[in-house]
Nanobody, 120 residues
Framework: QVQLVESGGGLVQAGGSLRLSCAGSGRTFSPYRMGWFRQAPGKEREFVAAIRWSGGSSISYADSVKGRFTISRDNAKNTVYLQMNSLKPEDTAVYYC????????????WGQGTQVTVSS
């Protein structure tokens, strides 16, 4: 069974930065792709960023975070990161990491989430 554990959330002022981490364990940890998603109060969960785990570093971002957020990975540590700069109040949400095991699979492994709150 795969487990994903996020960390690094917190309270920050607008314009500040945070770095989220997501550590994977269990099974032979070799996902096809890792992603970050977020859910704000009263809103649906939305895609933030994703990165291919191996065989290249195909990366994608939501338009709302391009130029401000950077996703990266450390395969040796089974960890994916989300560096968030120039944070805005509208970035406030619970951030989740997720893993998918093949190009056709859904994201079917999820972490418990970490709260990010950006004050104005």
């Amino acid at each position: 069974q795969v487990q994903l554990v996020e960390s690094g959330g917190g309270l920050v002022q607008a314009g500040g930065s945070l770095r989220l981490s997501c550590a994977g364990s269990g099974r032979t940890f070799s996902p096809y792709r890792m992603g970050w998603f977020r859910q704000a109060p009263g809103k649906e969960r939305e895609f933030v960023a994703a990165i291919r785990w191996s065989g290249g570093s195909s990366i994608s971002y939501a338009d709302s975070v391009k130029g401000r957020f950077t996703i990266s990975r450390d395969n040796a540590k089974n960890t994916v990161y989300l560096q968030m700069n120039s944070l805005k109040p509208e970035d406030t949400a619970v951030y989740y990491c997720a893993a998918k095991w093949s190009i056709t699979a859904d994201y079917n492994y999820w972490g418990q989430g970490t709260q990010v709150t950006v004050s104005s």
